[in-house]
């Protein structure tokens, strides 16, 4: 090249993104689904982020649920039953600067994917995980899920369940690692948008139990918590979530909430009625896998050379007279 070719950059500006950008297709949910409020709540994030959406994965396993990666302008798997956290998990330990966004439901999550669920929490991976639970499988037909309530009848339990339903809260906050865990029910949206902002501003794995309502299968599972807020009680910390005037006139069952305190996280966690809402446990401190594997990487040019060399050394083969 000679000295006077001229060198040209091309210079890419950052572009703003709207909501449109994060919108893909036409959801296929029933009318009524709260999966539709998930949703909205996960492209107003981004949103409000401005996460580039070529830097935003979002990751499902099956179930209605687990469609939401289809409406996401943004990379996306549509994975295997109850296998989303390890592709997330495998994801995020690779690119560490991608966001991962985990959907899941309570039959994908909390049945056939337990082990993983439990192994992603004592990980804690950065992933912002949202479990959809409206208390049945939804995909196959109203079958009883670990989360339906005693005595639901449903195809698979037409007597009504025999057990009583799992709680995935419980069950999160009783695991090594468990760094954050929230509740929160679909039909408050500003509530549902603090806590997945919350999650994901978190360095580790942020589980949000979501209750979402099912309207085909479950018309009146969650009525009279919807007819009656003071069924609802919202927990409140400054590093939580404060509720704003106008909500705080319609939920005015409140309680302040320690959420570093893990025992009071448990006790509350326990409680179907009223429901509570907000962030129920957060632990910082706790380092996450990715962060523990990856030693400190050298960025500087020379050092990057320097492990190459390292590495292609290991496949020289010397001359004789070397040895
Ligand atoms: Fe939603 Fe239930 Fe319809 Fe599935 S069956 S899309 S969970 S309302
Ligand atoms: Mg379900």
């Known amino acids: 090249m000679s000295s006077t070719t001229p060198i040209c950059f091309l210079r ?34 981004c949103r409000d982020e401005q996460l580039p959406p070529e830097k935003t994965v979002c990751v499902s396993g099956i179930g209605c649920s687990s469609r939401l990666p289809h409406y996401m302008n943004s990379y996306g798997v549509h994975g295997i039953h109850g296998r989303a956290f390890p592709i997330a998990q495998g994801i995020k330990v690779n690119r560490p600067d991608l966001a991962v966004f985990v959907t899941t439901g309570d039959g994908d999550c909390c049945s056939i994917g337990t082990a993983h669920w439990i192994h992603a929490l004592r990980y804690n991976t950065d992933l912002t995980v949202l479990l959809h639970d409206n208390r049945i499988y939804g995909l196959t037909k109203k079958q009883a899920s ?3 309530r005693l005595g639901l009848r449903t195809n698979t339990t037409p007597r ?29 949206p500003d509530l549902l948008h603090d806590l997945v902002r919350l999650a994901y501003h978190h360095k580790g794995f942020a ?29 409140e910390h400054p590093d ?8 705080g006139k319609i939920y005015r069952n409140r309680q302040k909430h320690d959420l570093h305190d893990i025992h009071a996280a448990r006790k509350i966690a326990s409680s179907t009625d009223p ?14 896998y ?22 292609f050394d290991k496949f020289t083969i010397w001359p004789a007279e070397h040895e």
């Open 290 to 311: 990715e962060a523990l594997r990856r030693p400190a990487v050298p960025n500087s040019a020379s050092a990057v050379a320097r492990l190459l060399d390292q590495e």
């Open 240 to 247: 939580g979530i404060t509720l704003d005037p106008g909500l």
């Open 146 to 148: 670990p989360t339906s």
């Open 207 to 235: 589980l949000i139990r979501i209750l979402q309502r099912c309207p085909h299968f479950m018309d009146d599972e969650f009525e009279p918590w919807v007819r009656n807020p003071d069924r609802v009680l919202v927990l």
């Open 160 to 188: 009504g369940a025999l057990l009583e339903p799992l709680n995935p809260l419980t069950v999160s906050l009783g695991v090594t690692n468990v760094s954050f865990v929230a509740q929160v029910v679909d039909w408050i």
């Open 275 to 288: 429901i509570p809402v907000g962030l129920l446990y957060c632990n910082s401190d706790v380092p996450s």
């Open 12 to 45: 890419v500006e950052n572009p703003h993104h709207e909501i449109q950008d994060y919108q893909r297709g036409m959801p296929r949910w029933c009318p009524g689904c709260g999966d539709n409020a998930i949703l909205a709540s996960v492209q107003r994030l």
